[in-house]
Every structure is written in C-alpha cells, then in structure tokens.
C-alpha cells in the first residue's frame, strides 16, 4: 500500500516535489476529493510555487473525471479560494505549501463555503481512496465527465473586502508590504488599489524559489528587511504576509513586531462595536489580553485548542463574530468563518487611520502582558516530559493544570502551556507573565524540565 504519511498532514496535504508528491497522485487526490464531498462541481486555485499550476491541473483532471465540473480561479491566495468556494457555494482546493520551502508543495481542501476538510471530516477518507487506488488502479471514468472552465474571483475578493471594512475616509497613510515573492504581491495592488494608502512594495514579483527570504513572517529573520524598511523611511507601519497570502503580520512605526495577539484583541474590539454583545475565539496560548478586551468591549471570550480546524468548528458550533490564533490566523465570520489575514491587516489600517496617534501607541492598550514566545525542544520522549511538568507542578498553592491542548499550568501572575508537535519530536513551550522578570524566571524553570 501506498504510504501518503509523509504528505498528509492535518487539514491539509503536503510534500516534496516531485519525491512524495507528483501529477499523477494530484489526479487520484481530485477524484477522491470530488467522491468524498460528493460534489458536482469544485473551484481550484493555486499560489506561485513552479509546480503549483501542474498539480492543480492534474486535479482538476481526475476531479472532472469522475463528473465534476471545475472552476479554475488560477493564481490565487488561500483566503482568495476561500472567497471563491463561499461566494460561489462550492467545495474548493488551493494548491500552496503556505509559508513552506520552495521543494515543498501541497493541498488546503475546503468544503462548500469554505467549511473546513479535517483529519475527521473527510481527510481520512480521501487518504484511504487514494492509498487503495494508487495501489489497484485508478477507478473507472464517469460516464459523463465534467467540465473544466476558467474564471477571474480577484475583482469580487477585493470588493468583498472592502465591504466589510471601508478604508475610504482614513487619513493618508504610509505602507510598507513585504510579500515575499508570495501571492500577497497578487492580491495587494488590487485590494489596495485608489485607497489613502502610499504603498511602499518588497518583493511583490511572484517567484516560488523565495529568492529574497522564506516566505514565513513567524521566523523573526525573515521581517528583518520589512523592520529596517519602514525605519528608513518613515512609514506608518508595515505588513509582512506570507507565502499563501493568509496570514499577516504587523510592525509598527518603529519596525518593533506587533503580537497577534494584540492584533486580535484590536480586531476583536471593532467587530465586537458592529456586533455587541458577541462571542470571540481565542485558542489557549494567546495572551490574557485577548480575553480581557474581550469582556471589556461586551463580548463572550471562548478558549479552544490550537488549530484551524478546532476553531472552525467552534466558530460554527458558537456562531462567533471572530477568532484569533498566535500565529497569525484570523477569521471572520463575514468570511464564511474562514481565515483571512488581508480583512485583519484592513481592520489595523482602518483604526490606525481613524485616529492621529502611531500605531505603537495605539497597540499599547492591547499589548499588557510579557510573553516568550513560542520556544520549540527537541526531545525524545514527549509524553514522559510532558509527565515530569505535570509532577513538577501539580499540587502547589495557587496553581491549576488543564489539559485542553497539551498542559496549561497558570498562577495568578503567569501561565505556560506545553505541546506536543504532531510532525517533530518536539515540545513547544510559551510563556505570559505579568512582568518580564516573572516570564523569564518561569520560563527558564520549564525548560529545565522540559530539556531534562
């Protein structure tokens, strides 16, 4: 049997190209899409990675194989495709290995209205058809296949947007976008386009071999040129997105990186004044501030694990306005729930320029706490570390312990919380005190246990 391990990966499908990951595969992944969502026609879009338009062709190829007719968008950012599948009503893949290696490529499926495909809401499944056809054959055409047609979504992804948060009457301001040869360069000049805004663009040419620096805003070396730009020349703030195009991050007037927590929180305040009174997820390593804000501004905080598919499904089990993950995940339930790093990134442009103040002092009252970071350790025994911290910690004054998503032990001036990776012998450590000298104190007392 076929071993789809290596490239089957929470929500969604990755891989070297071509090692673990070729054409012919790409079309039994269609097929196998088309017959677990039962779907009789699905929207395909792709980012700029050199094997990105052959993968999602051959997709489309077994997809209209087995009947399904195709729309093709082409090049596209992820929360593009998601426009695309909850704008036309339809299940969509985008092909994109995010903020990934250039050798790398990959899947993001939704179900119609860009409901997520998880590892128990149809992932499985397709993995299985594929295992078993990889390894008997292809299954037997339909008799009347469908059809594969093109069409442009980018016009109606940014006049959606911009419906949603009207920056038309902002004072003018100055802009500093690093895209990282990923498909922000696509998306922006439109979405961007006869707003107050004077755009300073970095790297906007769409180039899969990341010519300049990884496209993955996370790793602090690779905003360094976006911080030294809008130090050199004085703009307002400066938006590093990654290489699909579905995450932003934010540095401020001083280059200084704004915590996406505080962009939630910020966020979540503006959506909270159109929609009082509603319901805001937050998975459990954001910072105390996001709650808190939350309250503050009339709304329900709700804690989930870490993930896009927990916070989907909690989104749609709650009916939450807005979600918000530390690594830069936004999601809007104006946006069929979906993420979308560009609405987060108009939501900071439009409070910034609604007032006179630099964003560092605007940031200021979201940003409360002193956090770490996340801090990986490899180890090679996850479940026994996570043990010794249990032990370590269990029973003393004033502490608790849950266990929602790995360990979160919290006092009433700190907290950490530890995982497990799902993909690497590695735990993952974050910390938020209350000063910087209590998060480094327990910071370095996890790590001792953690590194052993």
């Not at 007719?69 to 994109?96: K, R, W």
């Not at 990884?214 to 360094?224: S, T």
Request: glycine share 10%; hydrophobic share 40%.
């Amino acid at each position: 049997m076929t071993d789809l391990s290596q490239i089957v990966k929470a929500y969604d499908v990755r891989g070297v190209v071509p090692a673990q990951w070729d054409e012919p595969l790409a079309e039994l992944f269609g097929a196998a899409f088309v017959e677990v969502t039962a779907a009789d026609a699905i929207v395909i879009g792709h980012d700029m990675r050199p094997s990105s338009p052959g993968l999602s062709g051959a997709f489309a190829r077994g997809a209209a194989a087995r009947g399904a007719d195709v729309t093709q968008i082409g090049l596209c950012s992820t929360d593009e495709l998601y426009f695309a599948s909850g704008s036309l009503g339809l299940p969509g893949a985008m092909f994109t290995a995010s903020h990934n290696p250039a050798q790398y490529n990959g899947i993001k499926m939704c179900r119609a209205g860009a409901a997520p495909v998880g590892q128990d809401t149809g992932l499985a499944d397709i993995r299985a058809r594929v295992e078993r056809w990889s390894d008997e054959g292809a299954p037997e055409p339909a008799a009347e296949p469908g059809t594969v047609t093109r069409r442009d979504v980018l016009g109606d992804y940014a006049a959606h947007l911009r419906g949603l948060v009207d920056l038309s009457g902002i004072r003018p301001l100055k802009v500093v976008v690093d895209a990282g040869n990923g498909m922000g360069g696509h998306t922006v000049p439109t979405v961007f386009a006869g707003l107050p805004l004077e755009l300073d663009a970095m790297y906007f040419e769409l180039d899969g071999s990341f010519p300049h620096h990884e496209a993955n805003p996370l790793d602090p070396k690779n905003i360094v040129d976006l911080q030294a730009r809008v130090r050199e020349t004085g703009a307002d703030l400066g938006l590093a997105f990654d290489g699909d195009a579905d995450r932003c991050f934010v540095v401020d007037e001083n280059g200084d990186p704004v915590s996406p927590s505080a962009i939630t929180a910020l966020v979540a305040a503006r959506e909270l004044a159109k929609h009082p009174g509603g319901t805001v997820i937050h998975n459990l390593i954001t910072s105390w501030s996001v709650p808190e804000v939350v309250r503050e501004s009339g709304g329900e905080p709700v804690r989930t694990r870490v993930g896009h598919s927990f916070i989907k499904e909690e989104m749609a089990t709650t009916g939450a306005i807005f979600g918000g993950e530390h690594s830069a995940h936004y999601y809007f339930r104006d946006f069929w729930n979906a993420d979308t790093g560009m609405l987060a990134a108009m939501h900071v442009l439009a409070a910034l320029g609604g007032q006179q103040g630099p964003l560092s002092q605007l940031v200021a009252q979201y940003d409360r706490y002193a956090a770490s970071g996340e801090i990986n350790s490899t180890v090679d025994d996850q479940t026994g570390r996570l043990a010794a911290i249990k032990t370590a910690y269990q029973g003393r004054d004033g502490v608790t312990l849950d266990e929602l998503d790995g360990l979160t032990i919290t006092a009433d001036d700190w907290w950490f919380n530890v995982r497990a990776s799902n993909t690497e012998p590695l735990l993952r450590l974050n910390v938020e005190a209350r000063d910087t000298a209590t998060a480094d104190r327990i910071r370095d007392e996890a790590l001792a246990i953690i590194r052993g």
